[in-house]
């Protein structure tokens, strides 16, 4: 079954203790993204990545870090969590580029105490 | 910059209702509009999507038309169901980016 796969669901740390949430997919898409989702704010563009070893900033990529070793993960890193990075968070892969059909996990809710 | 804005929500609905949920857009070069779902729990999912001027995308029953003279993709279903509770993202993608920019989302309740 075609699907992203992002883990931890759910995970409750405290400030400044580092966090690594994994995100693997098993459709050879050359594109990989993260994204954070706030009420009232939609879903917004955290990193991505066109292809292995090719990683770029998005919207808001500050407090965060990626690495893309191997075509299949896309880890997003955070260093030093703070409070204001609670959010809900979506891994999403495509073919080529997010015009085309974007497929997303099932998304981690992450809360920084 | 490209944007799009959506319209609030909640929208609560008795089944069988005719649904409306508008969309409009700003952007540069023509980008393709997508309709993206997400049940409670879950990941978001691409419902429906189109790449070009009057391309009308359809899925389960859901249609938007990409209309470039008002720059507007608005959702419609003529018959919703309880099972389309979800929370519906308008969104674009286009140009230099190469990313997905979102609307806030709708909140749609139906109600039986």
């Known amino acids: 079954e075609a699907q992203v796969t992002q883990n931890p669901r759910y995970l409750i740390t405290v400030t400044g203790k580092k966090l690594t949430v994994t995100c693997s997919q098993n459709m050879n898409h050359e594109y990989m993204s993260w994204y954070r989702q706030d009420p009232g704010l939609g879903l917004r563009q955290i990193y991505y990545s066109m292809n292995v070893e090719v990683t770029d900033k998005g919207d808001v990529p500050e407090g965060y870090k990626v690495s893309r070793k191997e075509k299949r993960n896309f880890p997003l890193i955070l260093e030093s969590p703070s409070p204001n990075q609670t959010s809900l968070y979506f891994c999403?892969?495509?073919?080529?580029?997010?015009?085309?059909?974007?497929?997303f996990g099932q998304g981690t809710r992450l809360t920084v105490v | 910059g490209n944007s799009v804005t959506q319209m609030e929500g909640p929208v609560t609905l008795s089944e069988e209702a005719f649904l409306t949920i508008n969309c409009t857009y700003t952007?540069?070069?023509?980008?393709?509009l997508f309709w993206y779902v997400q049940y409670p729990g879950e990941g978001l999912q691409l419902l429906l999507k189109a790449t070009k001027a009057d391309d009308k995308g359809s899925n389960k029953g859901f249609e938007a038309t990409y209309r470039k003279e008002t720059t507007s993709f608005h959702l419609e279903k003529g018959s919703v169901q309880v099972s389309d509770s979800a929370v519906y993202f308008c969104?674009?993608?286009?140009?230099?980016?190469?990313?997905?920019?979102f609307g806030t989302g709708t909140l749609l309740a139906v109600q039986p």
């Open positions: 952007a540069t070069g023509y980008p393709s």
């Open positions: 999403a892969s495509s073919m080529t580029g997010m015009n085309t059909e974007a497929f």
């Open positions: 969104a674009l993608a286009g140009g230099a980016t190469n990313k997905l920019i």
